[in-house]
Antibody, heavy 112, light 112 residues
Framework: EVTLVESGGALVQPGGSLRLSCSAS????????MNWVRQAPGKGLEWVSS???????YYADSVKGRFTVSRDNAENSLYLQMNSLRDEDTAVYYC??????WGQGTLVTVSS | DVALTQSPLSLPVTRGQPASISCRSG???????????LTWFQQRPGQAPRRLIY???IRDSGVPDRFSGSGSGSDFTLNISRVEAEDVGVYYC?????????FGQGTRLEIK
């Protein structure tokens, strides 16, 4: 069975940091482009970042310079290091395999 | 960035009637390999998104055949031949041809 399980979401103060993880199983993780997509409360989907099978990262302008995506193929895991967090980063963060499978999401709340 | 414009944004439909959602992009979504990476997702209330259609018109396994995708270039449509109660939710298109990836604003389908 294919699963994507995100973790690491929490309440954090503005300016703080957080590291999200996505644990994958049931497919050839190392061959896939992996993505982070977020959804602010009551809003639509917003692409955040991707990393391809060659470890090339891609970022939305809104997070460039603050977020870092990485992957560990030996652990079948995807990560998102989020620094200098802002109120507007509050959202459910989803892991997305290519354009196919989604995790259940992890909630990040940035608030003082 | 490639903007995706969905219409309508709200879609009240009587059960058993057809529904249609448009997704228009600011530029062609045809990739250099000839493929068009336009995907449709469904997000039911309180759930993570789920892929319905990829590469414009290929329906995922387990997706009812009342869902179909069509279009080319920069003009795409998701059709539901006969809406059922379980189809309530928000529908998003996403393009995977250009960086950054982008989503449409979402179309909320409700039963009249």
């Amino acid at each position: 069975e294919v699963t994507l399980v995100e973790s690491g979401g929490a309440l954090v103060q503005p300016g703080g940091s957080l590291r999200l993880s996505c644990s994958a199983s049931g497919f050839a993780f190392d061959a896939h482009l992996m993505n982070w997509v977020r959804q602010a409360p009551g809003k639509g989907l917003e692409w955040v970042s991707s990393i391809d099978k060659y470890f090339t990262p891609y970022y939305a302008d809104s997070v460039k310079g603050r977020f870092t995506v990485s992957r560990d193929n030996a652990e079948n895991s995807l990560y998102l290091q989020m620094n200098s967090l802002r109120d507007e980063d509050t959202a459910v963060y989803y892991c997305l395999d290519g354009d196919y499978r989604w995790g259940q999401g992890t909630l990040v709340t940035v608030s003082s | 960035d490639v903007a995706l414009t969905q219409s309508p944004l709200s879609l009240p439909v009587t059960r058993g009637q057809p529904a249609s959602i448009s997704c228009r992009s600011g530029q062609s979504l045809v990739y250099s390999n000839g493929n068009t990476y336009l995907t449709w997702f469904q997000q039911r209330p309180g759930q993570a998104p789920r892929r319905l259609i990829y590469k414009v018109s290929i329906r995922d396994s387990g997706v009812p055949d009342r869902f179909s995708g069509s279009g080319s270039g920069s003009d795409f449509t998701l059709n539901i031949s006969r809406v059922e109660a379980e189809d309530v939710g928000v529908y998003y298109c996403m393009q995977g041809t250009h960086w950054p990836r982008t989503f449409g604003q979402g179309t909320r389908l409700e039963i009249k």
